[in-house]
């Protein structure tokens, strides 16, 4: 079936920091990916969009790229500050009759000053 | 200002007692969700609804009901609140041309005991 998968549970930096959380899918849909970001206290929101087409999606200063061959999804930053800590959840996106996203477990990401 | 409301924001719910979540959007979607959030879960798709007085099953409907009077308002019902329906629950809408990018309510904390 449809799914994805998000290894990194926790992921626990200092600002200026490189940030990198993976993602893989599986889907027999042609996918359209997605970041959703929650900080505390807040429900989710969109971060990036990406889809088989362009293959990246920058935004905030984050960027996300997808690889096909992989079927794999990655979020990456330069440098973090501590107003990036929050919940990233990738999110796959199909179409099924309009019931389309799928979400992973989410990868909290903690930054210390 | 906040497009996506949800009441009320916490409860406290007895084990077979009946708990109603309200959810309104001044979005002008067409598209609604309710969504539950666990920890190591992630998000999953309760009901949906795409217009109103019709409301559709997500992936995991079993001991909720939904409601959808009108556009701008989308129910949670729990006839019979459990002790495993302690979660966060979040509403969410979409417009049908982008229905991926959903518009998250801060979410109700409910607690069955």
């Known amino acids: 079936g449809d799914s994805v998968t998000q290894m990194q549970g926790q992921v626990t930096l200092s600002e200026d920091d490189f940030l990198f959380i993976n993602c893989t899918y599986s889907?027999?849909?042609?996918?359209?990916l997605f970041w959703y970001v929650q900080y505390p206290g807040e429900g989710p929101q969109l971060l990036l969009k990406?889809?088989?087409?362009?293959n990246k999606g920058i935004s905030r200063g984050f960027e996300a790229t997808y690889d096909k061959r992989t079927t794999s999804f990655h979020l990456q930053k330069a440098s973090v500050q501590e107003s990036d800590s929050a919940v990233y959840y990738c999110?796959?996106?199909?179409?099924?009759?309009?019931?389309?996203?799928?979400f992973g477990t989410g990868t909290t990401v903690s930054v210390s000053p | 200002e906040a497009a996506v409301t949800q009441s009320p924001r916490s409860k406290v719910a007895v084990t077979g007692g009946k708990v109603t979540l309200s959810c309104h959007q001044t979005?002008?979607?067409?598209?609604m969700y309710w969504y539950r959030q666990d920890t190591g879960h992630g998000l999953r798709l309760i009901h949906y609804?795409?217009?109103?007085?019709?409301?559709e099953k997500g992936d995991i409907p079993d001991g909720y009901k939904a409601s959808r009077p009108s556009q701008e308002n989308f129910s949670l019902i729990l006839e019979l609140a459990s002790l495993s329906q302690t979660a966060v629950y979040f509403c969410?809408?979409?417009?049908?041309?982008?229905?991926?990018?959903?518009?998250f309510g801060s979410g109700t904390r409910l607690t069955v005991l």
């Open positions: 969410a809408s979409s417009d049908t041309r982008d229905a991926e990018t959903l518009y």
């Open positions: 889907t027999t849909w042609y996918p359209t």
């Open positions: 990406v889809t088989t087409a362009n």
């Open positions: 999110v796959l996106g199909i179409y099924q009759g309009g019931r389309a996203l799928i």
């Open positions: 979005n002008n979607h067409d598209y």
């Open positions: 609804s795409y217009v109103a007085d019709s409301t």
